[in-house]
T-cell receptor, first 114, second 118 residues
Framework: DGGITQSPKYLFRKEGQNVTLSCEQNLNHDAMYWYRQDPGQGLRLIYYSQIVNDFQKGDIAEGYSVSREKKESFPLTVTSAQKNPTAFYLC?????????????FGDGTRLSIL | AQKITQTQPGMFVQEKEAVTLDCTYDTSDPSYGLFWYKQPSSGEMIFLIYQGSYDQQNATEGRYSLNFQKARKSANLVISASQLGDSAMYFCAMREGLWRSNTGKLIFGQGTTLQVKP
């Protein structure tokens, strides 16, 4: 089945630690996105990538980093510089470009501070 | 300024009745798309329905329909014959620059929590 896989489902971070959230898609989509969702809130864009080896900052990129070495993969690192990382993180992909296709989402990763 | 506004933080509806979830948007781009997503308590985002700014007819998908009023910049989601499984958070989102080379970025509203009563 085609889809987006995020792992782990739950993640705990110690103070001063970097953690990496995995996102893999087999939909052959060019564009991938990372969102942060705080309780009872909408989604805010962290980073996005329209093509391999290229990515852009979204609205709340500070304290996060990404890479896009393969079309299928778009990992997100939450660095120690992100002072309030506790949130629900969602990865998405879409056909991008000249497209009215919706974004497809993974099941999310819940990150908490220890 | 908010680009997507969902003014109803929470809504209740009786099972089998219809419910309308409001969404207003703000854009100066003539080419845009509006999307509705459902987020159950488990957290995944489920795409429900899409409306393009140039579409002549209101979109429908099964029990979901979109009441698109372009002049008012509103795109309300109508759920007919509500079911208990419809209880979830619902998000309205917009993509600007549709049909041009664009980033595909979505702008989300704050969401509306819908509870269906038996």
């Amino acid at each position: 089945d085609g889809g987006i896989t995020q792992s782990p489902k739950y993640l705990f971070r110690k103070e001063g630690q970097n953690v990496t959230l995995s996102c893999e898609q087999n939909l052959n989509h060019d564009a991938m996105y990372w969102y942060r969702q705080d309780p009872g809130q909408g989604l805010r864009l962290i980073y996005y990538s329209q093509i391999v080896n290229d990515f852009q900052k979204g609205d709340i990129a500070e304290g996060y980093s990404v890479s896009r070495e393969k079309k299928e993969s778009f990992p997100l690192t939450v660095t120690s510089a992100q002072k309030n990382p506790t949130a629900f993180y969602l990865c998405a992909s879409s056909a991008g470009g000249y497209s009215n296709q919706p974004q497809h989402f993974g099941d999310g990763t819940r990150l908490s501070i220890l | 300024a908010q680009k997507i506004t969902q003014t109803q933080p929470g809504m209740f509806v009786q099972e089998k009745e219809a419910v309308t979830l409001d969404c207003t948007y703000d854009t100066s781009d003539p080419s845009y798309g509006l999307f509705w997503y459902k987020q159950p308590s488990s957290g995944e985002m489920i795409f429900l329905i899409y409306q393009g700014s140039y579409d002549q007819q209101n979109a429908t998908e099964g029990r979901y329909s979109l009441n698109f009023q372009k002049a008012r910049k509103s795109a309300n989601l109508v759920i007919s014959a509500s079911q208990l499984g419809d209880s979830a958070m619902y998000f309205c989102a917009m993509r600007e620059g549709l049909w041009r080379s664009n980033t595909g970025k979505l702008i989300f509203g704050q969401g509306t929590t819908l509870q269906v009563k038996p």
